[in-house]
């Protein structure tokens, strides 16, 4: 089984401080990981993944995520969080173990409400 | 290039009341899927398709049917709606994993269920 927790429903950050949005996973194998970002009103976009490789990974707007195999965490950060980088962030998890019809299954956290303040 | 398209955007419904809501990707995707989002419980996964003319069942099927007749379109049947179903509907789609991608979900922005 594949299992994905965001302990925080919601950061809060100033205009220009860093930013970091936690998600740790459980996955019986090597996991593929996700985030997606989703503004009010619209569906999810997808924003980085990490599936091999180096562990630093960089993405859409300026965030970047940090594969921790030991921590099994997958912790998304920004160096200087702008005020429209307000919405809810999901991590995903999906074992690369699985394979065969339905192997594109993702197992979604709750999200995080990301707020930053002017 | 649209991406993922779902209509209707909003619908009421009545308890017992029965309705489709379609989901039409012009990407060529091979995989497609149906989630519910409630607020607190993420995102879970209704019904998936691997392919024109197969389904199966995700995480909370029961009480939703679906059909791919098609390709491109991917509906969600309500057969007899209860108050437990308001919820925000998104379909996504994706390349298969034959495809040597490894890539991400593609969604559209929803359609608001309510039912009364």
């Known amino acids: 089984a594949q299992s994905v927790a965001q302990p925080e429903d919601q950061v809060n950050v100033a205009e220009g401080n860093p930013l970091t949005v936690k998600c740790t996973y459980s996955?019986?194998?090597?996991?593929?990981l996700f985030w997606y970002v989703q503004y009010p009103n619209r569906g999810l976009q997808f924003l980085l993944k990490?599936?091999?490789?180096?562990?630093l990974v960089k993405g859409s707007y300026g965030f970047e995520a940090e594969f921790n195999k030991s921590q099994t965490s997958f912790h998304l950060k920004k160096p200087s969080a702008l005020v429209s980088d307000s919405a809810l962030y999901f991590c995903?998890?999906?074992?690369?173990?699985?394979?065969?019809?339905?192997?594109?299954?993702?197992?979604f956290g709750k999200g995080t409400k990301l707020s930053v303040i002017p | 290039n649209a991406g993922v398209t779902q209509t209707p955007k909003f619908r009421v419904l009545k308890t017992g009341q029965s309705m489709t809501l379609l989901c039409a990707q012009d990407?060529?995707?091979?995989?497609m899927y149906w989630y519910r989002q409630d607020p607190g419980m993420g995102l879970r996964l209704i019904h998936y398709?691997?392919?024109?003319?197969?389904?199966a069942k995700g995480e909370v099927p029961d009480g939703y049917n679906v059909s791919r007749l098609k390709k491109q379109n991917f509906l969600l049947g309500l057969e007899s709606a209860a108050p437990s179903q308001t919820s925000v509907y998104f379909c996504?789609?994706?390349?298969?994993?034959?495809?040597?991608?490894?890539?991400?979900?593609?969604f559209g922005e929803g359609s608001r269920l309510t039912v009364l």
């Open positions: 996504a789609s994706s390349y298969s994993e034959f495809s040597g991608v490894t890539g991400e979900l593609f």
């Open positions: 996955v019986s194998g090597n996991p593929y």
């Open positions: 990490y599936i091999t490789g180096d562990n």
């Open positions: 995903a998890v999906r074992d690369i173990r699985n394979s065969g019809a339905g192997s594109y299954q993702l197992t």
């Open positions: 990407m060529n995707h091979e995989y």
């Open positions: 398709s691997v392919g024109e003319g197969t389904t």
